[in-house]
T-cell receptor
Framework: DAGITQSPRYKITETGRQVTLMCHQTWSHSYMFWYRQDLGHGLRLIYYSAAADITDKGEVPDGYVVSRSKTENFPLTLESATRSQTSVYFC???????????FGPGTRLTVL | KNQVEQSPQSLIILEGKNCTLQCNYTVSPFSNLRWYKQDTGRGPVSLTIMTFSENTKSNGRYTATLDADTKQSSLHITASQLSDSASYICVVSAKGGNNRLAFGKGNQVVVIP
C-alpha cells in the first residue's frame, strides 16, 4: 500500500548538472502533478499530466522537463540546474478532475 | 493577481482555544473548494471538500464553511491541539474546458501549550 512515493527525498547538486526527480503512484490515477514550494509563494504548479503521454505546462515550467510514458510514473528533470531551482518539490496524483489530490512526501533539492 | 487569498498569513494560538482561517477566491466558474493540512516536512493532506451547494462540513474538530455568493470559505478549528500546528491550504477548482486548480499560500498555525 505504497500510494505515492518520491525519490530521492533529499538531493544536493551543483549548478549546471542534470537532475531527475522521480514520482511513482500505485493507484493508476489519471492525473499527476509536479509542484514546487518556496517560502512566500506556496505551492506552484510546474507541469501536470492528464494521462500517459499527455503533459502540459503549469505556472512555472521554465527549466523543467517531464515525461509520462507509463501511468504510474511522472519524472521531473532539471536539464541544467540553477540556484533558483533550490526548493521543495511535491508530486501529486488525482483520479480525475477535480477530485482530491494525493501528495507525495516531497523532495528537498539544493542547488549549490 | 492570486485568485485565492488566505488570511491570516500566520497565527499563534493557545492549546485548547479555537481559531478561524479565511479563504477568499475569485476563481470562476467554481467547481469545488478543498482545505488541505500540511504538516512540516510532509505533503498536504485533504481535510474537507466543499461543493457549490454545501454551506458547512465537519471533519472531527475541523469545520469548513462556504459562501458561494461572496466567494468566501472558512476553516474553524475547535479546541486546538498541538498536532494542529501546520499550514492550512485552500485550493479552489474551476470547471469547464479550462480545468484548473488555484492554490492559496496557506495559513500557518502554531499551537502552543
Amino acid at each position: 500500500d505504497a500510494g505515492i512515493t518520491q525519490s530521492p527525498r533529499y538531493k544536493i547538486t551543483e549548478t549546471g548538472r542534470q537532475v531527475t526527480l522521480m514520482c511513482h503512484q500505485t493507484w493508476s490515477h489519471s492525473y499527476m502533478f509536479w509542484y514546487r514550494q518556496d517560502l512566500g509563494h506556496g505551492l506552484r504548479l510546474i507541469y501536470y499530466s492528464a494521462a500517459a503521454d499527455i503533459t502540459d505546462k503549469g505556472e512555472v515550467p521554465d527549466g523543467y522537463v517531464v515525461s509520462r510514458s507509463k501511468t504510474e510514473n511522472f519524472p521531473l528533470t532539471l536539464e541544467s540546474a540553477t540556484r533558483s531551482q533550490t526548493s521543495v518539490y511535491f508530486c501529486a496524483s488525482m483520479i480525475g478532475f477535480p477530485d482530491t489530490q494525493y501528495f507525495g512526501p516531497g523532495t528537498r533539492l539544493t542547488v549549490l | 493577481k492570486n485568485q485565492v487569498e488566505q488570511s491570516p498569513q500566520s497565527l499563534i494560538i493557545l492549546e485548547g482555544k479555537n481559531c478561524t482561517l479565511q479563504c477568499n477566491y475569485t476563481v470562476s466558474p467554481f467547481s469545488n473548494l478543498r482545505w488541505y493540512k500540511q504538516d512540516t516536512g510532509r505533503g498536504p493532506v485533504s481535510l474537507t471538500i466543499m461543493t457549490f451547494s454545501e454551506n458547512t462540513k465537519s471533519n472531527g474538530r475541523y469545520t469548513a464553511t462556504l459562501d458561494a455568493d461572496t466567494k468566501q470559505s472558512s476553516l474553524h478549528i475547535t479546541a486546538s491541539q498541538l498536532s494542529d500546528s501546520a499550514s492550512y491550504i485552500c485550493v479552489v477548482s474551476a470547471k469547464g474546458g479550462n480545468n484548473r486548480l488555484a492554490f492559496g499560500k496557506g495559513n500557518q498555525v502554531v499551537v502552543i501549550p
